[in-house]
């Protein structure tokens, strides 16, 4: 099950490696937040997206 298309995932992959380079880089805790957008952009699912019934391109099977 995915709710994320190509492009979300991309950015959020993006997004997610710089916030955590930032929290190497300045030696601060905080760049730990970046694991929740790399970790729903590898795995295409956000769960925020699945309370609020948002799909952003990822196709979904009805079997």
């Known amino acids: 099950m ?3 298309g190509t492009i979300d995932r ?3 992959v993006i997004a997610g490696v710089a ?4 929290g190497f880089a300045s030696q601060n805790w ?3 937040i970046g ?5 729903t952009g590898l795995i295409g699912w956000c769960p925020l997206y699945a309370i609020l ?3 952003t ?3 979904v ?3």
Do not use: Q
């Open 19 to 22: 916030i955590i380079g930032w």
């Open 2 to 4: 995915c709710n994320e």
């Open 35 to 39: 694991a929740v957008p790399l970790l």
């Open 61 to 63: 099977k009805n079997d």
């Open 10 to 12: 991309v950015i959020r």
């Open 53 to 55: 019934g948002l799909n």
């Open 30 to 32: 905080l760049g730990a």
């Open 57 to 59: 391109g990822c196709k």
